[in-house]
């Protein structure tokens, strides 16, 4: 059984205040990620290197590397794979070779959430989301993100339990998505998540989040958590 090596960093760990943050990215990151940052706005730039570095650092850990041997090879469908490609599917080589690494990153609320898996064999897929249920109560939510079925279950559910349910049931179908790199071009609507092999829920204790934000994996296999949490991969 696969396991996972599932890792919370609160806030203040990756508030990008400290000054020596944008030099340590610069140190450690490739090209692609800093010109992607730089293309983003300050704030969302600055959350996104604090993010890469944070999954960088974790991916050197778990391989006994240096963080700076290894060379980000992300995988898009749209896109391809290699050293220039700095989104979709999270990769990195070392020495122009892939390491046995899967990984997923995930944020809300301020909380970064990283799973990886180790010694995963060629074609492992993993997927993992956090999602604030302060964010699932617009209206259209229900129609916009549910289908027939999950929507008829909610009505089951007493009303002031319904932002974590329906938090519950995207952060599944999130995973579940970036597990099969489908993403977003599926409609989550049509993504029923009840009993998807691979498919679970992330609790508090396994991830060190807070208790009101849901979380999840997928991966295309069995999967087993293995939860340090908390600041563990400061």
Known sequence: MAQCEVRAIPPFLLS??????????EGLLDSV???RA?????????????????????????????????????????????????HGR?????????????????????????????????GT????????PSRTGFDGFDGLALTPAERRNLRNVRVELLPAARARLWARKEAWLKMTGDGLRTAPSTVDVSGRPGLRD?????????????????????????????????
């Open 90 to 122: 999270p990769g990195y080589s070392y020495r122009g070779a892939p390491v046995p690494l899967a990984l997923s990153l995930s944020r809300a609320a301020g909380w970064t959430l990283l799973v990886a898996v180790v010694d995963a064999s060629p």
């Open 202 to 234: 992330l609790g508090p204790a396994e991830t060190g989040l807070p208790a009101h934000l849901a979380a999840a994996v997928a991966l295309s296999g069995p999967v087993q958590a293995s939860g340090s949490g908390g600041s563990g991969s400061s």
């Open 16 to 25: 990008g205040k400290d000054s020596g943050m944008q030099e340590e990215a």
């Open 33 to 35: 990620e800093l010109a």
């Open 125 to 132: 897929r993993l997927g993992a989301d956090i999602e604030d």
């Open 38 to 86: 730089k293309a983003l706005p300050p704030a969302a730039g600055i959350a996104f290197l604090a993010g890469r570095l944070a999954q960088r650092r974790l991916a050197a850990e778990l391989l006994s590397l240096p963080a700076a041997d290894l060379t980000v090879a992300y995988s898009c469908p749209q896109c391809g794979t290699g050293p220039g490609v700095g």
